[in-house]
């Protein structure tokens, strides 16, 4: 079966300090890999989506980068943290594009 | 860009009652899932609807995609605190989009 794995759980960083998450993928091959953020009361915020090694699509201008270096390997990095990157950040695969997502178990991210 | 309006945002009910939540939009869906979240984790699949009308049941949960395919209803029988979490619907036109969510307390 597929399992997803997403780490660190909790994260606290200082403000303008770099950020890597990672999220891996195991039990398929060539999956659709995604990086949400959650707000409070506000839903999923769609960050970044791969649909293969080296293809990237960013839906919102920000100040964080994906990658995608092997198959079933998506990293959520950025160079310098702002207060405003604060959130809950959220892994996700699918088989393809109109089929449902699986989250990984999310990671808290606190800045100070 | 197709919304997704859950209604009610909040609700609290009693351990033994019967609730419905609703996922609208204007736009019609080619599928729709519904998830449920628990405090620190991620969202975790309930169902999947893709025909007009389907109803779909899972144990005490009732699933239901509109004629339409634009909106959609989840009911739950005999509510238990164990049903307590951030219910979210998902729907897929060009683009998969989800709702804010319906926080959902189920108090013994």
């Known amino acids: 079966s597929q399992t997803i794995h997403q780490w660190p759980a909790t994260l606290v960083q200082p403000v303008g300090s770099p950020l890597s998450l990672e999220c891996t993928v195991e039990?398929?091959?060539?999956?659709?890999l995604y990086w949400y953020r959650q707000a409070a009361g506000r839903g999923l915020q769609l960050l970044f989506y791969?649909?293969?090694?080296?293809?990237i699509s960013s839906e919102v201008p920000q100040n964080l980068s994906a990658s995608r270096p092997q198959d079933r390997q998506f990293i959520l990095s950025s160079k310098k943290l702002l207060l405003s990157d604060s959130g809950f950040y959220l892994c996700?695969?699918?088989?393809?594009?109109?089929?449902?997502?699986?989250f990984g178990d999310g990671t808290r991210l606190s800045i100070l | 860009t197709q919304l997704l309006e859950q209604s009610p945002q909040f609700l609290s009910i009693q351990e033994g009652e019967n609730l419905t939540v609703y996922c609208n939009s204007s736009?019609?869906?080619?599928?729709l899932q519904w998830y449920r979240q628990e405090p620190g984790e991620g969202p975790v699949l309930l169902v999947t609807?893709?025909?007009?009308?389907e109803v779909k049941k899972l144990k005490r949960l009732t699933f239901q995609f509109g004629d339409a395919r634009k909106d959609s209803s989840l009911h739950i029988t005999a509510a238990q605190p164990g049903d307590t979490g951030l219910y979210l619907c998902?729907?897929?036109?060009?683009?998969?989009?989800f709702g804010a969510g319906t926080r959902l307390t189920v108090k013994p």
């Open positions: 996700a695969w699918s088989v393809r594009e109109n089929q449902p997502q699986h």
């Open positions: 039990g398929t091959s060539n999956p659709n």
């Open positions: 791969s649909v293969g090694i080296g293809q």
């Open positions: 736009s019609v869906f080619s599928s």
């Open positions: 609807v893709v025909t007009g009308g």
């Open positions: 998902a729907g897929y036109n060009n683009d998969m989009r």
